[in-house]
């Protein structure tokens, strides 16, 4: 988990979608490089499939930190496991994310329809149509350590068991296991992978991280206009996107987060916050930028 040197050469942001179906509008993607510049979409109008975001990662070999929001991991430290009961579970996050991808391989699209409703992992979801398992944990659900360490922060994280409402990050976390399955042992995925001397890196976002970085209130981090957005980057010491009227929280996320990573990423405690320990690493994950 030693940090390198800063050397990254461009960054690029993705805001990742749970969403079934060939084409998902919550995904947007945008990228910027060192200076002060402002980030830019990459294929702005174009409507992402997950399969072009694998391809897009896969075929980025430069010096970039690549940030994707989601989580790539389910709580395991609090219970030992991640499904607590089931002979099945597997022992780290690599396991977990073959495991969603066995359930699940007939889903078309890097969908996790399969796993929802595998009846043993069912029992630790909550799922729409009230159908919420027995060994779900009530309120918000279980967390990982990198979430309680968010709570501390003064954020309200939700478990990447909950799969309902609109602050739910369950759908995205589970598709997302199957893209990082992929990406698995050809780029390199933090912390459960230590950071290279030279090439890509795959780190978790919390976009509400850049908002509350730029000023604006944990209860305002979407911005839904270009001006909202470009105070938030002259904020971060960013030059101003320039556009004008709406855009939506999706791209805005992407835009800002990229300024924000680039403005942060050799900071030292993001690297190494006080909380990861090697077992987090191995099973959990950490969101960067969580200290």
Not at 27 to 52: K, Y
Not at 54 to 67: K, N
Not at 74 to 101: H, I, K, N, Q, T
């Given at each position: 988990?030693?940090?390198?040197?800063?050397?990254?050469?461009?960054?690029?942001?993705?805001?990742?979608?749970?969403?079934?179906?060939?084409?998902?509008?919550?995904?947007?993607?945008?990228?910027?490089?060192?200076?002060?510049?402002?980030?830019?979409?990459?294929?702005?109008?174009?409507?992402?499939?997950?399969?072009?975001?694998?391809?897009?990662?896969?075929?980025?070999?430069?010096?970039?930190?690549?940030?994707?929001?989601?989580?790539?991991?389910?709580?395991?430290?609090?219970?030992?496991?991640?499904?607590?009961?089931?002979?099945?579970?597997?022992?780290?996050?690599?396991?977990?994310?073959?495991?969603?991808?066995?359930?699940?391989?007939?889903?078309?699209?890097?969908?996790?329809?399969?796993?929802?409703?595998?009846?043993?992992?069912?029992?630790?979801?909550?799922?729409?149509?009230?159908?919420?398992?027995?060994?779900?944990?009530?309120?918000?659900?279980?967390?990982?350590?990198?979430?309680?360490?968010?709570?501390?922060?003064?954020?309200?994280?939700?478990?990447?068991?909950?799969?309902?409402?609109?602050?739910?990050?369950?759908?995205?976390?589970?598709?997302?296991?199957?893209?990082?399955?992929?990406?698995?042992?050809?780029?390199?995925?933090?912390?459960?992978?230590?950071?290279?001397?030279?090439?890509?890196?795959?780190?978790?976002?919390?976009?509400?991280?850049?908002?509350?970085?730029?000023?604006?209130?944990?209860?305002?981090s979407k911005m839904r206009t270009h001006a909202e957005l470009d105070a938030a980057l002259l904020a971060l010491g960013s030059a101003?996107?320039?556009?004008?009227?709406?855009?939506?929280?999706?791209?805005?996320?992407?835009?800002?987060?990229?300024?924000?990573?680039?403005?942060?990423?050799?900071?030292?405690?993001?690297?190494?916050?006080?909380?990861?320990t090697d077992e987090i690493a191995r099973t959990e994950g950490w969101t960067f930028g969580v200290v």
């Amino acid at each position: 988990m030693t940090k390198r040197k800063a050397r990254f050469t461009q960054f690029i942001a993705i805001d990742w979608s749970g969403a079934v179906g060939p084409r998902q509008k919550g995904i947007a993607v945008a990228e910027c490089r060192p200076g002060g510049g402002a980030p830019t979409l990459i294929r702005p109008g174009h409507i992402w499939s997950r399969a072009e975001v694998l391809d897009l990662i896969l075929a980025t070999e430069t010096d970039t930190l690549i940030g994707l929001d989601l989580g790539p991991s389910l709580p395991f430290v609090d219970r030992g496991a991640y499904f607590p009961g089931w002979d099945e579970s597997p022992a780290d996050a690599r396991g977990l994310w073959a495991l969603v991808e066995r359930i699940c391989l007939d889903d078309p699209h890097f969908a996790a329809s399969s796993f929802v409703d595998h009846p043993e992992a069912a029992r630790h979801f909550r799922r729409h149509g009230g159908r919420t398992g027995d060994l779900f944990e009530p309120g918000r659900g279980r967390l990982r350590a990198t979430e309680r360490a968010q709570q501390r922060m003064g954020l309200s994280p939700y478990s990447n068991l909950n799969l309902v409402g609109a602050a739910q990050v369950g759908k995205s976390s589970l598709t997302g296991m199957r893209l990082l399955h992929r990406l698995s042992g050809r780029v390199a995925i933090w912390p459960f992978d230590p950071v290279p001397e030279a090439g890509p890196v795959v780190v978790e976002l919390y976009t509400t991280l850049a908002a509350i970085a730029a000023g604006r209130a944990r209860s305002r981090s979407k911005m839904r206009t270009h001006a909202e957005l470009d105070a938030a980057l002259l904020a971060l010491g960013s030059a101003p996107g320039g556009g004008d009227g709406s855009i939506s929280d999706h791209a805005s996320d992407a835009i800002l987060t990229a300024a924000w990573m680039r403005k942060e990423a050799s900071r030292q405690d993001f690297w190494q916050p006080g909380g990861l320990t090697d077992e987090i690493a191995r099973t959990e994950g950490w969101t960067f930028g969580v200290v």
